[in-house]
């Protein structure tokens, strides 16, 4: 959501845009523009403008988002407008989502409740491998690497854990606590350290900000960075 009268509003939009890719993959994305109702404003180039921002991010993130919207509205109690549209909007995107009307397997309810049990077990590095999870969705009735890849997609899409089944390198790196990865790429941001200078931070750094992480996952949590 951003503020139709913000010209610069499309440069916050990319931030989070990119923040969104690093958190989830293969969602809706709806982009919505208020105070449609401001004199200030020409509904042609209101038009034009979410025109462009569809164009520019169907382009930029095919890949993580199949679906990206755009709709203006305003929210004000005297002049609202296009609420009614926004809502028809939501509503056909989610109806048209494969999984909408899909019983969920029991095997599927089981995999979550395992997959929670390991980030307890887990909680300093709440990772697995592949191997890993497929042995785990093999435990609980998963017979097949596609149908844990199916149950973990879910999840993933669920917020229950972080999986990126389209990263060659990523998709050995199943995070089970959500948290812990923005606990993770937090320390980045910190004030507690003085390693960032000038708003750069240099490869040889992360070394000692990630130093209470293993060595042997520093270049996957550097490539997530860039993922």
């Known amino acids: 959501m951003f503020n139709l009268l913000d010209s610069t509003a499309e440069e916050t939009l990319d931030f989070w845009m990119n923040s969104l890719k690093a958190r989830v993959r293969q969602c809706p994305i709806v982009i919505v523009g ?7 404003l020409n509904a042609a180039d209101v038009d034009q403008r979410l025109a462009a921002i569809k164009s520019r991010f169907t382009v930029k993130f095919s890949r993580a988002f199949p679906v990206i919207e755009c709709l203006a509205v305003s929210c004000s109690p005297s002049k609202p407008m296009n609420i009614a549209e926004l809502r028809s909007a939501i509503e056909t995107i989610i109806s048209a989502q494969k999984h909408i009307g899909v019983q969920v397997p029991h095997s599927y309810l089981l995999m979550e409740d395992y ?19 497929l042995a785990i969705g093999h435990t609980v009735g998963l017979k097949t ?3 844990v890849i199916s149950c973990t997609r ?10 990126f089944d389209d990263d060659a390198m990523l998709k050995d790196f199943v995070v089970l606590n959500p948290q812990w990865l923005t606990n993770m790429m937090s320390t980045l941001f910190t004030t507690k350290h ?10 040889s ?13 520093h270049a ?6 860039a993922a």
């Not at 208020?34 to 200030?40: M, Q, S």
């Not at 750094?205 to 996952?217: A, E, K, N, V």
């Not at 996957?220 to 960075?225: A, E, G, I, N």
């Open 34 to 40: 208020t105070h449609l109702d401001d004199k200030a």
């Open 115 to 133: 997959l929670k049990e390991q980030a307890k077990v887990k909680e300093m590095l709440p990772l697995l491998t592949e191997n890993e999870l």
């Open 145 to 147: 690497k596609q149908e």
């Open 154 to 163: 879910l999840l993933h899409q669920a917020g229950a854990i972080v999986y």
């Open 194 to 203: 003085r390693w960032v200078k000038n708003g750069i931070l240099t490869y």
């Open 205 to 217: 750094s992360l070394g000692q900000i990630w130093r209470s992480f293993p060595t042997d996952i």
């Open 220 to 225: 996957t949590l550097l490539h997530l960075l």
